[in-house]
C-alpha cells in the first residue's frame, strides 16, 4: 500500500494545504486539496474519494474535481461519508446554487459523482479497498476510517479530539501497519482544542496509550494549525515512547 500525502494541515497558507490523502493512487481520504494538489492525470485516476465530515477544509475540491472530471467524461467518482456529511453535501455543495449538482451532471444515469452512505463500523468494499467508518468527537458528525487493503490496514482519525471506539477496533487489528491521526493545537492552547473537536499533544499521547500495538507503529501526524504549526512539532517531539512524523505535503509512504 502506498499513501501520497497531498494536503496535511488545519489551515491553508500558499505553504500549506488542508487535508487530502490518496492510497495508491485510486481512494482519496478526504478532499480538502484533491485539485490544488493533483495535476489532471491525477485526479483522473481516482476511483473513490471517502470524506471524514461536512467541515469546508474536508470537502472544497469536491467542487472542483467534479467539474474537471465532468469535462472529461471520466467515470462517475465514488464520494462515500455517513449520512449526515452526504445530507449536508447535498444540501449545501452540490445543491445548484453553491455549486451544480454533479450528481445529475450529465445525467442521473451517469453522472460526475455517486453518492455513497457509510453506515458506522459496517465494512464495504470501495475501490477495491474493505473501508470501516468509525465515530470520532468532534463538532459535528465525523467519522474516521479503518482502509484494509490487500497487504496493509491503515487507520484515519479524521477531525477528533479524545476518543475511545476507534482505539477499541484498531486493537482488533492484525496488520495495521500506520496511522493517520490529527493533531491541532499546542498544549497551552487545550481549551480551544476541547470546544472545537481537536487534539493537543499532550491529549494525543493519552489516546495512543489506549492502542495496545507496538510503540514503534507509525504515527503520521496531520492538521496542525499553520500558526501554531513549529510549537505543536516541538512538543509532539518532547513524547516520548510513541512513534510519530509529522506529515508534510508530497510525502509518500510504502506501507
Known amino acids: 500500500m502506498e499513501l501520497r500525502v497531498v494536503g496535511c494541515h488545519g489551515g491553508e497558507t500558499p505553504k500549506h494545504r488542508t487535508s487530502a490523502f490518496v492510497v495508491d493512487e485510486r481512494l482519496a481520504i478526504d478532499a480538502g486539496s484533491l485539485t490544488s494538489g493533483l495535476d489532471l492525470s491525477a485526479q483522473f485516476r481516482l476511483q473513490a474519494c471517502i470524506i471524514s465530515h461536512a467541515h469546508l477544509d474536508h470537502i472544497r475540491d ?82 474516521g476510517f ?60 493519552k489516546d495512543l496509550k489506549k492502542l495496545r500495538k507496538p510503540k514503534d507503529l507509525p504515527t503520521l501526524l496531520y492538521h496542525i494549525k499553520p500558526v501554531f504549526q513549529r510549537e505543536v512539532e516541538q512538543e509532539c517531539a518532547r513524547l516520548k515512547g510513541v512513534n510519530l512524523a509529522v506529515t508534510a505535503i508530497g510525502d509518500q509512504y510504502v506501507l
Open 62 to 143: 469536491l467542487a472542483t474535481i467534479a467539474d474537471n472530471r465532468c469535462q472529461a467524461d471520466c467515470e462517475p467518482l465514488i464520494v462515500a461519508a455517513n449520512k449526515a456529511t452526504i445530507a449536508a453535501l447535498k444540501k449545501h455543495f452540490f445543491n445548484n446554487q453553491l455549486w451544480p449538482d454533479f450528481s445529475t451532471i450529465p445525467n442521473k444515469t451517469r453522472p460526475t459523482i455517486l453518492f455513497q452512505e457509510l453506515k458506522p463500523e459496517k465494512t464495504v468494499d470501495i475501490a477495491g479497498y474493505q473501508v470501516q467508518a468509525v465515530n470520532v468527537n468532534h463538532t459535528i458528525d465525523t467519522a
Open 146 to 205: 479503518i482502509v484494509r487493503g490487500a497487504d496493509a490496514t491503515i487507520a484515519y482519525s479524521g477531525d477528533t479530539g479524545p476518543t475511545d471506539r476507534l482505539w477499541e477496533l484498531l486493537n482488533r487489528e492484525k496488520d495495521l501497519k500506520a496511522l493517520l491521526l490529527e493533531v491541532s493545537f499546542p498544549d497551552r492552547e487545550q481549551k480551544l482544542a476541547t470546544v472545537s473537536g481537536h487534539h493537543t499533544p499532550r491529549t494525543l499521547l
